[in-house]
């Protein structure tokens, strides 16, 4: 019993803290501008687009609703920002701090990606199988 109950919680604080990043993306999206890649067309539209990503990963999780497909669009998108974003900053980032940094959130987002994945295993079509 003790096992269910801590793998909810488990995955409502994920929740939180995905719909907290998503809706920090909708506050700040000019700050959160500083993330999108150069290369990358569309500008802003990216900082709101993943906001919304998050929110509804967050929702999916809450509701035990496309569970799986949540989870695993969650992780492809943290992944992506560990080998867009994140490494390339480390590997060429001007400053020890900025380097730093993106270590930091490059462990972050694997982490997270990571849990992600975990999460849309441990699903089926029903949702979560506790």
Known sequence: ???HIISHVAIYL??????VFGIYHFMYPK?????????????????YFVGGAF?????????NKKVQLAGYLLALLLLLFVFTIHLPTYLQGGTEETRHIAL???????????????IAGSADAKGIIF
């Open 14 to 19: 994920l929740s939180i803290v995905m719909a």
């Open 55 to 63: 929110i509804l990963a967050s929702i999916a999780f809450v509701l």
């Open 31 to 47: 700050e959160m501008m500083v993330y999108v890649p150069t290369f990358i067309p569309g500008g802003i539209i990216w900082v």
């Open 104 to 118: 930091i959130n490059l462990l972050k987002d694997t982490a997270i990606a990571a849990f992600a994945l975990h």
């Open 1 to 3: 019993m003790k096992r």
